[in-house]
């Protein structure tokens, strides 16, 4: 007998923040790293192969409750299965 082991191989949340630069110096702190920022407003982050997307958004209420009415918030995951095998037999696939 075989069973289904998935694994999450990728996770890349966007969070918008007030402030780009003081926002990459706290992810910096607990150990990411960042390449050059995009145009002054997009950041990502890679820790452990996991991505953290950055994202300096108005600080108009209105305008950031229409990203949040709107989907402009996002996340991206990715799964992977392997199977594993729970007797000496080889599994039948």
Do not use: C
């Amino acid at each position: 007998m075989s069973t289904m082991n998935p694994r999450v191989t990728s996770f890349a949340p966007q969070f918008l923040v007030d402030d780009l630069e003081r926002s990459i110096a706290y992810y910096q702190k607990i150990g990411f790293t960042f390449g050059v920022p995009w145009e002054g407003f997009y950041a990502i982050g890679v820790l452990d192969g996991l991505e953290l997307h950055l994202k300096e958004a108005p600080k108009n209420d209105a305008d950031r409750q229409h990203r949040r009415d709107n989907d402009h918030l996002d996340a991206s995951a990715a799964l992977t299965a392997s199977r594993r095998s729970t007797s000496s037999a080889s599994p039948t696939v």
